[in-house]
């Protein structure tokens, strides 16, 4: 059975529920760099086991585990066997988690917080993989519409929490490192040197690089990358050929791009583009 097994990955979007973003994916080789999303990460392991890096921590996730990932949270994954691994996962928004809260009554104030990176509950598990099988083939909008709004809805009833908003964005943030952060996300196609980030933040090179990585997960030349294509994806989104957008966005070429791009995104720009039809 491992020999007939290959690497493949299917990404897709669902634009009746704010786009929502998809992945079917079997992995044996493929690693994912360290790296956040934007979006919640909602993962189920349907073959086999991969691990992850999450919170300081190694976890391993195994057929059954869902995986809760929190935006803007650094994390990992690859394969624990020589087989790999296949999983299906979705990335939803805040906006569509909380407008799905308010539709059962639960839309309490604050950031939707997921405590525990991965939860075994067999029940919601299959109620998770339905949907996500639901949107990924043909079906009627009313069996995706109430596939969504029951799997989604129990996941919050179940295991998330509420943290109060924040009087200021980012408060938990050294000034220094927001600095920072905001230059790269403004000027991602330059190529600063670190003495360069260290004199906007007023520190020295070493203090930010402890600092930085301490805060964010990452140190600032990954946190470039990402930013990158984060950038990358947008300019596809908007019907960008690869080539363009890879000299758009502070990549050397277009090979360049697709391999950062997969090891953050879990596919390639073309098979990205695929998605979005």
């Known amino acids: 059975m491992a020999e007939s097994l290959r690497e493949q990955a299917r990404y897709w979007r669902a634009p009746e529920f704010g786009n929502l973003e998809l992945l079917h994916a079997t992995f044996i ?6 790296h956040f999303h934007e979006e919640y990460v909602v993962g189920m392991v349907v073959r086999s086991a991969y691990e992850f890096y999450y919170r300081r921590a190694n976890h391993r996730a195994c057929v059954g585990h869902i995986i809760l990932i929190n935006p803007g949270e650094i994390h990992t994954g690859q394969p624990i066997f020589e087989h790999g691994y296949t999983y299906r996962t979705l990335y939803p928004s805040a906006a569509l988690l909380h407008q799905i809260a308010a539709e059962f009554g639960g839309g309490a104030h604050g950031i939707i917080d997921f405590p525990d990176p991965l939860v075994a509950d067999a029940e919601l598990f299959q109620m998770l993989v339905h949907m996500h099988t639901l949107l990924e083939s043909p079906a009627s909008q009313l069996a995706r519409d109430v596939a969504l709004r029951t799997a989604l809805a129990a996941l919050l009833i179940r295991h998330a929490s509420y943290r109060p908003t924040p009087l200021k964005s980012l408060e938990h943030e050294r000034s220094a490192v927001r600095q920072v952060r905001q230059y790269l996300e403004t000027h991602y196609m330059d190529n600063p040197s670190l003495d360069q980030l260290a004199q906007i933040a007023g520190l020295s090179p070493y203090h930010l690089v402890r600092v930085f990585r301490q805060q964010t ?5 990954h946190y470039l990358t990402q930013v990158r294509v984060e950038r990358a994806k947008q300019r596809l989104q908007a019907g960008h ?7 758009a966005t502070g990549f050397s070429d277009q090979s360049h791009l697709t ?3 997969k090891r953050i995104v879990g596919v390639t720009p073309g098979q990205f583009l695929a998605g979005m039809g």
């Open 29 to 34: 080789t493929h690693t994912y760099d360290r």
């Open 217 to 221: 997960g990452l140190p600032p030349h």
């Open 241 to 247: 050929p690869i080539a363009e957008v890879a000299a």
């Open 259 to 261: 391999r950062r791009f």
